[in-house]
């Protein structure tokens, strides 16, 4: 037996919805450039760092990669709290998107940093370059252009990723949706919604991400 | 109640553990049943098959698994079919890991040299033949590495079933955690065994990419 859908029953929660959708774009476009900052600093305790924040920032990458995401969050969320760290599910949620896209574009621009010929540093060096413009205009500009296609695929994966803020009710999409279908009961056509916004939301980024690409680096 | 000691803890999550592995292996097996039935469309001939394909894994890449575990759970029971954690996690995962899967295993097919697929077909090979005999094999020898790597995915994916009510490490560690009031330790025993499913996993990838670089 097939129950007839009715989407028409999600009509009065609209607003719901909106809400939830402009706080996962925040979270979203928030983290990704802390992460993406955060990131960035990995890289460059790898490749020119001291040996020990190289090893430092190796740890804090596999720790990452290698662990679920809903965890760290209730690590962070439920544990932390113990240390007498207490945040709020917005800070905690920020924290660990943040925490979680650090770790995988650590390891993605670290390998653009390492594409970068070597004969590139010592020309930067040649021309009187002190080896922060060295790694600032010569190395970090050309390793960005070179994984900046991974490094993009990589933010609508923390994207998506996101939807599991809702368990420590981070008011976001997700959160909105199962706010609403505890309300009316209508769960599939709520999540089907939910699903298509998701979709939405991944095409627009990757539409607005390729945007930024062409206009930061105009011939690649 | 907090006479659970930190041996009790660790048992029971090691106990769940073994349906987190269990859930992994038949969702990676599935999932990559599906994936070369996915794979096999997307590189055909046929327009209808190809646009097919890559519509379904848009979908399923462009949306949260945990939509598409809510989905599972909450719209197949639409049918009159009941169903249990089990079956949505199972159903879901194996969809989601089959888009990916797809896609790896594609950029594997398509950097096979155009020499090879010409000079099959000038062998009088079909098209089924050259698939079989020549650019799947050396295709295979590619997919490897990022096949091992995409079931550290897999392994994590399997966390969020828990949202659902299957009982796996994440849900057993928020149950214990529940019962013992102690967040920062089970949290941090989950973290360790799921770090302990997975880096082998990452470090056996990241070798035999290694391996593979040699081989050129």
Known sequence: M??????????????????????????????????????????????????WAGALTRAYVEVIR?????????????????????????????IAMVINLGAYS?????????????????????????????????????????????????????ML??????????????????????????AFEVYIVAAVLYLMLAIGLRALLRGIGRAIFPKG | MSDFSFWIIL????LATRWTILLSLIAFVSGGIVGLA??????????????????YIELFQGTPLLMQLFLFFFGVALFGIEVSPWIAAWLALTFWTSAFL???????????????????????????????????????????????????????????ASIIGFVELTKAGTMLNNVTFRPFLVYSLVALIYFALCFPLSWYSKRLEGRLNVAR
């Open chain 1, 106 to 158: 650590t390891e993605i621009i670290r390998a653009g940093i390492q594409a970068v010929p070597k004969g590139h540093l010592e020309a930067g060096v040649s021309l009187a370059m002190s080896r922060w413009e060295v790694f600032r205009y010569i190395v970090l500009k050309q390793a960005f252009m070179k994984v900046y296609p991974a490094l993009s695929s990589q933010i609508i994966i923390v």
């Open chain 2, 38 to 55: 996915l794979l096999l469309a997307r590189v055909s001939h046929n327009r209808a098959l190809r646009i097919a394909s890559i519509g």
């Open chain 1, 2 to 51: 097939i129950q007839q859908l009715n989407f028409g029953d999600l009509l009065p929660y609209w607003d719901v919805f909106a809400r939830g959708l402009v706080f996962t774009i925040v979270l979203t476009l928030t983290s990704t450039v802390a992460g993406i900052g955060l990131g960035t600093a990995g890289a460059w305790a790898r490749t020119f760092g001291p040996k």
């Open chain 2, 11 to 14: 048992q029971n999550l090691l």
């Open chain 1, 161 to 186: 990723g996101s939807a599991v803020v809702s368990q420590i009710s981070a008011e976001d999409l997700t959160y909105a949706a199962n706010y609403i279908q505890s309300r009316n009961f209508r």
């Open chain 2, 102 to 160: 797809a896609e790896i295993w594609r950029g594997c097919v398509e950097s096979i040299p155009k020499g090879q697929w010409e000079a099959s077909e000038s062998l009088a090979f079909s098209y089924g033949e050259q698939m079989r005999y020549v650019i799947l094999p050396q295709a295979l020898r590619i997919a490897v590495a990022p096949t091992v790597g995409f079931s550290v995915q897999v392994v994590k994916g399997t966390a969020l």
């Open chain 1, 66 to 94: 290698n662990t679920p995401f809903i965890v760290q969050l209730f690590f962070i969320f439920f544990g932390l709290p113990a240390l007498g760290v207490k945040l709020s599910e917005d800070v905690a949620a920020f």
